[in-house]
């Protein structure tokens, strides 16, 4: 039986954890190396600064200005001048994906999806953005879009893409063994996150509470919205002891979660205790 409640208050929940600081939210998803191994010996020479000809110095310089560039109006003015002057570069598809990064920052969820797409159809593997997109959908979802099941379509084909890259993906050159592996967990983590965000948007409790719980057990700061959405998930399939644990969770990490939380965790503990077998 679904606890009538819950979901008018996970919105309110959600509401209030993206308005506390979603630029950082945004920004945070993207922190760390790219895990896409660059194989173009041309993007190399341009990264390094060794480029043969002068044509390949100036676009490798235009590249540098996008990349350094902190004014998020000014980086886009950048971003288009670099695709506009160089649509075939090597290093197009990695300055769609800083397109995407610099609209999700300004909370641009519209042109954020449409540069994720322009930088999967030039990589169909980036496990950067199939994540960090299929984790951003479900999160800003509005039920009254009228694509809004298309997106948590798309949304779970993207985490469920990006776990199966990431169980072969090779470990690129630049990175050691122990970056790697912390970049792959963060990457899991975040796929996890989504698919779990997706199955509660569908109310299918089950197969959300999985995905938290896999999304929750590896992270190293676990996310006071999963373990929140997860709580929930357990309190509507009645497994209150588990609920109440997901909640007191929550309750741990400061933001605008947790006084609900440390509520919900001593309500559903007490639910825990009246639903014992006499």
């Known amino acids: 039986m679904k606890i009538s409640f819950a979901g008018g208050m996970l919105c309110g929940a959600l509401a209030a954890a993206f308005a506390a600081a979603p630029a950082a939210r945004a920004q945070s998803q993207n922190a760390g190396p790219n895990m896409m191994q660059e194989s173009n010996s041309m993007s190399d020479r341009l990264f390094a600064g060794t480029s043969d000809t002068e044509a390949d110095r100036t676009q490798g310089s235009a590249y540098q200005n996008f990349l350094k560039e902190r004014d998020l109006a000014k980086k886009i003015k950048l971003g288009n001048e670099f695709l506009q002057r ?3 570069s090597p290093l197009a598809e990695q300055v769609d994906v800083g397109m995407m990064s610099t609209y999700r920052a300004q ?5 954020a999806y449409l540069w994720a797409d322009h930088a999967l159809a030039l990589q169909p593997d980036d496990v950067d953005v199939l994540a960090t997109i299929g984790w951003t959908i479900p ?3 509005s039920p009254n879009d ?9 949304a779970e084909a993207y985490a469920k893409h990006a776990i199966d890259v990431l169980a072969k993906l090779p470990k690129p050159a630049t990175m050691n063994d122990a970056q790697f592996a912390a970049a792959k967990t963060k990457r899991s983590v975040q796929a996890h996150s989504a698919l779990g ?3 509660f948007r569908r109310d299918d409790y089950d197969k959300s509470a999985k995905e938290l719980a896999l999304a929750t057990k590896d992270a190293t700061a676990p996310d006071a919205t999963d373990l929140f959405v997860l709580g929930v998930d357990l ?3 009645r497994q209150f002891g588990d609920a109440a644990e997901a909640f007191g969770r929550c309750g741990e990490v400061a933001g605008p979660l947790q006084a609900q939380c440390k509520q919900l965790a001593a309500q559903t503990k007490a639910q825990a205790e009246v639903s014992k077998p006499k």
């Open 146 to 154: 009228a694509d809004a099941d298309q997106q948590l379509d798309k």
């Open 197 to 199: 965000l997706v199955y």
């Open 107 to 111: 909370q641009d969820w519209e042109n």
């Open 235 to 237: 309190q509507n399939t």
């Open 86 to 88: 160089y649509p075939k």
């Open 139 to 141: 999160h800003v979802y």
